[in-house]
């Protein structure tokens, strides 16, 4: 069974049943939310948590008998992600009778989808329930309702507050009650006869709380205004036991995104594949509500470090393709369920991820670290490894072409702040940039190497550039670019998504660009005569009295109507540029645009590939 088929069952069956169903509320609890008295959460971290209010005694706009799917979100156990049953970001089923139904019809109805909806035979059935304190007596009540429902004396233990009490901490404050417990036979012998709770064959699958206490904030219990039934239905575990597995990662919730990181060439351990499923499943759904990764930032912080842990499994950086390729799964097996997690949040989500994804690996590559580490030590005498020190290291990458949220972002990784180290960020670059840019025009941002396949790529990226200004307009400027020998991407203003028929034309464009076999000038001019010629500046950058410019095509069949294209000298493609480049085109091969998507407000993303004829 699939999970989109076990949420609709569960639904379909309440709703049936007389339930309405709501939607899941957000990952963000609301001050009603929260319970009176205790540390407010961050997140949503129980299936119960939106019904507080209701719970206390509120009364709800859609009625007493309710059903969800509820998506929650805890950190606390973060360290065991990537065994069997454990995540972040995870789904509960759940079923609420506010001041309606008791414990017998409860017990009725989680036996009937048990039993009869989901075939479960009663031989593989076993039962918790309270054994009873000084607080509240033994729930003979739920034993006896068990037990005229066909499950035997043996199959039914009786637990204490550790176990069948809901919440489990003795400290917690606000509503709460005993509950009952069902458990699945999981081994591949026949259930035994009776029913040894620590036998780890026996899961417990589904639990009902009968809420008709509140814990107040000296420890004593009060009676709530009206008893409440609450149960929880963990999706990924019922899942995993329903097909037979025994560890939640082997579901569809995740096999699929576990297949994109196969693909990586880092060679993840199991349990690495697990933990960076679990944590980029969390991150979608979190940056789809508006949370940015922040390292300031309570929530924010909790973004920064899933997607640090998910980036970084093994000490091993995961490729920005196959993080795209494993949230555009994740959007695509969540869109139907959660309405916030649609196509238009693809982008954001991505940008966020690779804008953490790029600063982290500042960080981390060290011949480039180094250098400029001695080098700032030198000129400043900051003490080595200090924040103020990677920070700036950071925001000197910004000033070789990589955009300045990005080096923001690194600066925050190593936690400085940004007004401190601004005096020296302006101070820097300003030493070491002039003498560059005279020799360069501009430095050479975004490259991998300079080996081949990446020299036809940024050559490729110049055709791009100007074929994007030629089928969509003059507003399409570059934005940034990062090329490897895999594949270019390349960052675009444009205010709307481009249509299928302008990428097919941008794509045919540059082809017939490169079949041409233009030539590729490289020359060294004064700026006041780049400019005269209509050359492309990026970045909005300052340049020195003589630039660096590439022209591909000189002598260019012009079309009449091409004015800009006349102003260029005669050259298809002219940019403010520091190389490498190739000689002609038609060595670059053919060229795909994979995708384009939107990265943020009126910035576009294309991803494009070389491929064979």
């Known amino acids: 069974m699939d999970s989109k088929t076990l949420r609709k069952k569960f ?8 339930h309405v169903i709501i939607p899941s509320a957000s990952l963000v609890p609301s001050d009603e939310e929260q319970l009176e008295g205790k540390e407010k959460v961050l997140f949503t971290t129980a299936g119960m948590q939106p019904l507080i209010p209701y719970l206390m005694g509120k009364p709800h706009d859609e009625g007493k008998k309710l059903a969800d799917v509820q998506k929650c979100l805890r950190t606390d156990d973060i360290e065991e992600v990537g065994d069997a049953v454990h995540h972040t970001f995870f789904e509960m089923l759940g079923n609420w009778s506010l001041g309606d139904y008791w ?3 409860a017990i009725e109805l989680s036996f009937k989808f048990l039993i009869q909806d989901l075939k479960i035979p009663l031989e593989k ?7 009873g304190d000084d607080d ?3 729930d003979n009540e739920s034993a006896n309702k068990w037990k005229e429902l066909g499950v035997s004396e043996k199959r039914i233990a009786y637990l204490g507050k550790e176990s069948n009490w809901w919440p489990t901490n003795p400290s917690s404050i606000g509503p709460c009650g005993s509950d009952t417990e069902m458990f699945i036979w999981t081994g591949k012998e026949s259930a035994p006869e009776e029913f040894d709770p620590e036998d780890i064959k026996w899961v417990e699958v589904w639990n009902d709380v009968f809420m008709e206490f509140n814990r107040k904030s000296d ?5 709530l205004s009206q008893r409440n039934v609450d149960t929880g239905m963990g999706l990924e575990r019922m899942l995993a036991v329903l097909n037979g597995k025994d560890n939640d990662y082997e579901t569809d919730l995740f096999l699929s995104l576990i297949e994109e990181i196969k693909k990586s060439k880092n060679n993840y351990s199991e349990r690495s594949q697990r933990i960076i499923a679990d944590h980029l499943r969390a991150v979608a759904f979190l940056i789809a509500e508006g949370i940015k990764p922040d390292s300031k930032d309570s929530r924010g912080s909790v973004v920064h470090r899933l997607i640090t ?3 970084f499994q093994e000490n091993k950086q995961l490729e920005e393709e196959i993080v795209d390729s494993i949230i555009d799964v994740i959007v695509s097996v969540y869109q139907d369920s959660y309405p916030d997690l649609k196509e238009d949040k693809r982008g954001p989500i991505h940008s966020e991820i690779h804008n953490i994804s790029t600063a982290l690996s500042f960080l981390v590559k060290g011949p480039v670290y180094k250098e400029m580490s001695e080098k700032l030590q030198m000129d400043y005498k900051l003490p080595n490894g200090s924040a103020v020190g990677s920070a700036t290291i950071s925001f000197y990458h910004q000033s070789r072409g990589i955009p300045e949220p990005v080096a923001f972002d690194a600066a925050r990784v190593v936690g400085f702040n940004i007004e401190e180290i601004k005096p020296i960020y302006n101070d820097y ?4 940039q002039e003498a560059s840019r005279i020799e360069k025009g501009m430095f050479k941002g975004g490259l991998a190497d300079h080996s081949e396949i990446v020299t036809k790529y940024h050559t490729a990226t110049h055709l791009l550039h100007q074929a994007l200004r030629d089928v969509l307009g003059p507003e399409v400027f570059q934005k940034g670019s990062n090329i490897t020998s895999e594949r270019l991407r390349f960052d675009f203003s444009f205010q709307r998504k481009a249509t299928d028929e302008e990428i097919k034309k941008v794509e045919d464009l540059v082809n017939q660009r490169i079949k041409e076999d233009l030539k590729v000038d490289h020359m060294i001019i004064p700026l006041e005569e780049a400019k005269t010629m209509n050359a492309i500046g990026l970045f909005n950058e300052k340049y020195a009295d003589k630039v660096s410019i590439y022209g591909i095509g000189p002598n260019f069949e012009l079309d009449p109507e091409a004015k800009d294209q006349r102003a260029r000298g005669g050259y298809y493609s002219a940019e ?3 190389g490498p480049h190739v000689e002609h085109t038609n060595v670059i091969g053919k060229i795909s645009i994979v995708k384009e998507e939107a990265i943020s407000a009126g910035i576009r993303r294309i991803r494009a590939e070389i491929v064979l004829n």
């Open 125 to 131: 059935l076993a039962i918790s329930v309270f054994a």
């Open 136 to 138: 509240a007596p033994r």
């Open 11 to 18: 639904l379909d069956f309440f709703e049936k049943n007389d």
């Open 103 to 105: 414990k017998e019809e």
């Open 309 to 311: 842990r998910a980036i």
């Open 429 to 432: 670059v300003k030493k070491h």
């Open 576 to 578: 403010f540029c520091g």
């Open 219 to 223: 420890g004593t219990l009060e009676e």
